[in-house]
């Protein structure tokens, strides 16, 4: 059964994978994601979630932009989602993001165990061993 909340640009769902999906899209590369989305985009995580930890998979092949600094410190270093997150599954399509990323994990992200691909399926599968890994260990 699966569970969706959506934005504007973006949606995020759950499913009987136990991974949290999220999909983001924007074509304006002048976009920059503010801290009063990052707080929507966590409520919708919370709620998804329902306590369970979860692997994240983040699809933004369809995404162009950056963020401000305390939208990544905050999607980084909130308490709420630093205790749902497993791991990070990024699944990417352009040179620009796959910097941004490495940027973003660098300076803000060190903690959460993450992997970048450009195939969906690969990126679930990671999602799938980083589930089962925590779960066996727990």
Not at 57 to 68: A, M, V
Not at 104 to 113: A, E, M, N, Q
Not at 116 to 122: A, G, Q
Request: glycine content about 4%; hydrophobic content about 40%; some cysteine.
């Amino acid at each position: 059964m699966s569970k969706i909340i959506g934005f504007n640009n973006a949606i995020f769902w759950t499913d009987d994978t136990g991974i949290l999906y999220c999909e983001f899209s924007n074509n304006d590369p002048n976009v920059k994601l503010e801290l009063t989305n990052i707080k929507l985009y966590i409520k919708a995580i919370i709620t998804l979630c329902e306590g369970k930890p979860m692997p994240f998979l983040i699809d933004l092949k369809e995404t162009q932009g950056t963020f401000s600094i305390a939208a990544a410190k905050l999607l980084a270093h909130n308490p709420e989602l630093v205790k749902l997150r497993i791991s990070e599954s990024y699944v990417i399509n352009s040179p620009g993001m796959k910097l941004l990323l490495s940027f973003y994990k660098r300076l803000y992200s060190r903690i959460t165990p993450f992997a970048v691909f450009n195939d969906l399926e690969l990126a679930e599968e990671y999602c799938i061993d980083a589930k089962n890994e925590f779960y066996n260990r727990n």
